[in-house]
């Protein structure tokens, strides 16, 4: 983007980027309890790529990224829809009816998975998706 | 049986990867779907005819009484085994008929997807989801008449079958609630045994019109039948399904379905009949007109539409049995003739049956089917075809109402569809072979599959009557008609009347179908005539709303922010002011008690920035103040205990800013342009807007008009959420559809972001 990157950013990004990443998820995941959720993290993991995509460029955030942001914000619909149908497949209750199922983690223990969270990472995936899809729109028509 | 209405839409998720799987062979594969349910539903045929009904219920919104709810009677059922039935020839035909299109993924997404809302159509037992079913068709419909998407008449007949067909179903929602609030309920097999409470009420007349308006769109009856035949813009298996076998039908099941608790009345026996009668006559006559083979067929389907309409409406059981009988001969004929036309079209190169002829060589199976097919629609013995007309012939002689205005309607229908039938049956195939646009050849195998099945169904049921009788129409007739007394179908009825009329409409149709080409050049006169039909009313309509949406665009959407944003204020001076100085005692008790110094601290932060935002000449420095006021607005989240929403809104501020700076140096040099005098009208609007809203604030927290709902939250949100984050457990499980409905909206907004930018309308065109 700009002609000449800066040292600082570009070392600074490539920390950051895993540790906004891994930041996300950890406030997608304890969202339901305490600040955060799928919203919040979204955001956290689109600020976390976008600093990227300043420090490097938007072929660089791309690839880190892994997957086409267009991609992301559909499947994110998709799985955050699914969700809301767990119950009325499983149980035959009213559409967004939550679910909660106890699952045991070898190291971590008894964990509680359930639909909301399942939706909430569906909203995560949107969110991710789409400020990515634009900020990069944006940037690759600058450049 | 969920899942069987659902299988569709599942499937048409899973076509792109499919596609890529498979590539042109997917179609053998799909068509699994569609074998598979036509089984899963024959299977019920005994206990169905055994007088059995299958209800299965899910809860959908309980508390508005809507279920998603199943029943399989008789003529549910028979309409489930037309659509999977026809269904999986459809989806044969149509990978051999769309071979290497481009867009064919597209194609049978939709296919599928319009599939399995017909089968929701017909198996709901509920009249919400029912409607839900019918929008889905109109609209999975609107993308497959439009498929050609490149094409401007394409694009218009789509439009034109959506604004009619959606048009139509506004009025058939309101129809469906008055009924379920007369009936106390949404579902259809309580309905059904309701029937008196229904026509006692006071609300029938306007109740059987609001539906009868949502039936006859759909169904294309006359006036509102132009849009069928436009239809044929869509590719011929779409024909084939939508316009002759399925979705045209969803109005005459609705009529059929609704028979127990709507007919029986003056009214249903006239108007029906009425408009039924008046449609399938101009049908049969607009279809004696035409040339183009698939416009023949598209009209003589109106014919049947307004056959069905008219029976249904005569009601005696006798003319329910013959609805029911046409209407499956109907199905097997006219989805056989539809891909027989596609197939000539494929072949030869052209759609016109005048520059066909001598085929019957080359194509010698599709000869077979089209002539078997269209023999069934001329009414000829022993075929399928001529049972049903026997029976609509009694039918009519047997009417109570209009019994004159029909029999003279339905026997000149009769006439022209001998005419017809020959036309079709023998123009392309025998004479003497003419010149066409591209070599003719059989069509393969996948393409004559589906026509040569049907049509030898149509034969088999006219030569053994009583498999059908006994499969599927005696029970379809006791659910329209509530009994069934065995009527026993049969080819001999004896030297009776119809069997004279037969005889009649035969020889009259011979000598109409040696005259076609001369009569019709007589009948062109006419075209001038229609060009003032009921389809110039359409575009008149449609041109009005047309000019009224650019009128208001120009005024209101000028192109310049700064007049939109005027825009918006102002209105909302004027609504907000006149409530909050009308309704309410507005307050302006100013109470600094309990302020805190950092609270001060970061309202004057506010404040000034937002002064600097508007004053400044640097344009860094307006985003740089805006930036400000976010993040002093978060602040002040944090400060009253509500972090989610802080962390949300420093997280927007920082990507808002971002992207500002993307585009930034994209915009033009910062210029004075304003004068004084629109700033100063631009300086008054602000200040009111900021009084209003700081008067409105005041005198709300003073205000309680309901007990706040935020309690509700603060009580459930453990014990039912298992959250104790509530903002958070409000966004995924108590407002989860509100937060579903938001994240679509941000998906759309990031779509067209990235249409508005990288999509070019040329690159597009290969």
């Keep these: 983007m700009t002609s000449m990157p800066s040292l600082i950013l570009s070392t600074a990004a490539r920390v950051l980027l895993p540790l906004l990443v891994l930041f996300s998820i950890f406030l997608l995941l304890r969202g339901h309890d305490l600040p955060g959720g799928g919203f919040i993290g979204g955001l956290v993991g689109a600020s976390g790529y976008t600093l990227y995509l300043f420090a490097f460029d938007s072929s660089a955030a791309r690839a880190a990224l892994r997957m086409d942001p267009r991609t992301m914000v559909g499947l994110g619909l998709v799985i955050a829809t699914l969700s809301g149908v767990i119950g009325t497949f499983v149980r035959g209750e009213p559409f967004f009816t939550s679910q909660w199922w106890e699952v045991y983690v070898p190291i971590f223990g008894e964990m509680k998975l359930s639909s909301p969270l399942i939706f909430d990472l569906g909203v995560y995936m949107v969110v991710l998706g789409s400020v990515m899809t634009i900020v990069l729109t944006l940037a690759e028509a600058e450049e | 049986m969920l899942l069987a209405v659902l299988s569709g839409f599942l499937l048409a998720a899973a076509v792109p990867w499919l596609y890529k799987l498979l590539q042109g062979r997917i179609n053998w594969a799909l068509a699994l779907l569609p074998a598979g349910l036509t089984v899963y539903f024959a299977s019920f045929m005994p206990e169905i005819a055994a007088g059995d009904q299958v209800l299965v219920s899910y809860n959908w919104i309980p508390s508005l009484d809507i279920q998603l709810s199943f029943l399989l009677d008789g003529l549910s059922l028979m309409f489930a085994l037309l659509i999977s039935g026809i269904g999986t020839f459809i989806l044969l035909y149509a990978g051999s008929y769309l071979h290497g299109d481009r867009d064919l993924p597209k194609f049978y997404i939709f296919i599928l997807a319009f599939m399995a809302s017909m089968l929701g159509l017909v198996l709901s037992n509920n009249l919400i989801s029912l409607f839900v079913f019918w929008e889905l068709t109109s609209?999975?419909?609107y993308m497959l008449i439009g498929y050609h998407h490149e094409q401007l008449k394409s694009r218009k007949s789509a439009l034109q079958g959506l604004l009619v067909t959606v048009g139509g179903g506004m009025a058939l929602m309101a129809g469906l609630i008055l009924m379920g609030s007369v009936a106390g309920t949404y579902e259809i097999s309580e309905i059904l045994n309701n029937g008196d409470v229904i026509r006692d009420s006071g609300l029938y007349t306007g109740i059987l019109i609001l539906i009868l308006i949502g039936t006859f769109s759909k169904s294309a009856q006359v006036p509102l039948h132009f849009w069928l035949p436009n239809a044929m813009a869509a590719p011929t298996p779409v024909s084939a399904y939508l316009h002759s076998a399925t979705m045209v039908k969803a109005g005459v099941y609705l009529l059929a379905r609704l028979n127990p608790s709507l007919g029986e009345t003056e009214l249903w026996h006239t108007i029906l009949p009425l408009f039924g009668a008046l449609t399938m006559f101009t049908g049969m006559f607009l279809a004696y007109r035409s040339t183009e083979i698939k416009k023949i067929l598209a009209y003589t389907t109106l014919m049947a539409l307004g056959t069905l309409t008219m029976l249904i409406g005569i009601g005696t059981e006798l003319a329910i049995g013959a609805a029911m009988t046409f209407l499956l001969a109907h199905a097997l004929y006219k989805a056989s003739l539809f891909l027989v036309a596609g197939s000539l079209d494929h072949s030869t190169g052209t759609k016109d049956i005048t520059k066909m002829g001598g085929l019957a060589?080359?194509?010698?199976?599709?000869?077979?089917?089209?002539?078997?097919?269209?023999?069934?629609?001329?009414?000829?013995?022993?075929?399928?075809?001529?049972?049903?007309?026997?029976?609509?012939?009694?039918?009519?002689l047997e009417s109570n109402y209009l019994t004159s205005f029909l029999l003279v309607l339905t026997v000149a229908t009769a006439m022209l569809g001998v005419a017809i039938g020959g036309?079709?049956?023998l123009r392309p195939f025998f004479g003497a072979r003419k010149e066409t646009p591209s070599k003719p050849h059989e069509a393969p195998f996948a393409m004559w599959i589906g026509p040569a099945t049907l049509a030898t169904l149509g034969l088999l049921c006219g030569l053994l009557p009583f498999l059908p009788e006994r499969g599927i129409l005696s029970a379809a007739v006791t659910s329209v008609y509530g009994e069934y007394e065995s009527f026993y179908l049969t080819l001999w009825h004896g030297f009776n009347l119809p069997l004279m009329l037969s005889i009649a409409s035969i020889a009259v149709g011979v000598l109409l179908f040696f005259g076609w080409d001369a009569i019709r050049a007589r009948l062109l006169w006419l075209d001038k005539?229609?060009?003032y039909g009921p389809e110039r009313g359409y575009e008149k309509a449609l041109d009005g709303m047309n000019w009224t949406a650019q009128w208001q665009t120009r005024v209101l959407q000028n192109g310049y922010l700064r007049y939109y944003l005027l825009t918006i204020l102002a209105t909302l001076i004027g609504l907000v002011g006149y409530t909050l100085f009308t309704g309410y005692e507005p307050r302006l008790l100013f109470d600094f008690v309990g302020v805190q110094f950092i609270e001060a601290v970061i309202a004057i932060l506010i404040v000034l920035a937002a002064v600097v935002a508007a004053t400044t000449h640097s344009r860094l420095g307006a985003v740089v103040s805006v930036g400000v006021v976010g993040f002093g607005v978060a602040l002040v989240y944090v400060l009253f205990s509500a972090p989610d929403l802080g962390i949300t809104q420093v997280l927007v501020e920082t990507l808002t800013v971002l992207l500002l700076v993307l585009v930034l140096f994209r915009l033009p040099e910062f210029l004075d342009l304003s004068s004084t005098a629109a700033r100063m009208r631009d300086a008054v609007v602000?200040?009111?807007v900021g009084s209003l809203f700081t008067l409105l604030l005041l005198t709300a927290t003073e205000l309680?008009?309901?007990d706040p709902i935020s309690q509700f939250f603060v009580e459930n949100s453990e014990p039912e959420g298992h959250g104790r984050n509530i903002v958070n457990v409000i966004l995924v499980d108590f407002r989860a559809l509100d937060t579903l409905g938001e994240i679509f909206v941000l998906a759309l907004a990031a779509i067209g972001v990235y249409a508005m930018i990288k999509f070019r309308a040329e690159e597009y065109k290969k």
Aim: hydrophobic share 70%.
């Design chain 2, 686 to 688: 602000a200040v009111a």
């Design chain 2, 704 to 706: 309680q008009l309901h």
């Design chain 2, 361 to 396: 060589r080359i194509m010698p199976i599709t000869t077979y089917a089209a002539i078997l097919a269209a023999l069934s629609m001329a009414g000829i013995a022993p075929l399928f075809g001529f049972i049903a007309k026997e029976m609509l012939f009694e039918a009519v």
């Design chain 2, 529 to 531: 005539v229609f060009a």
């Design chain 2, 423 to 425: 036309v079709i049956a």
């Design chain 2, 139 to 141: 609209i999975t419909s």
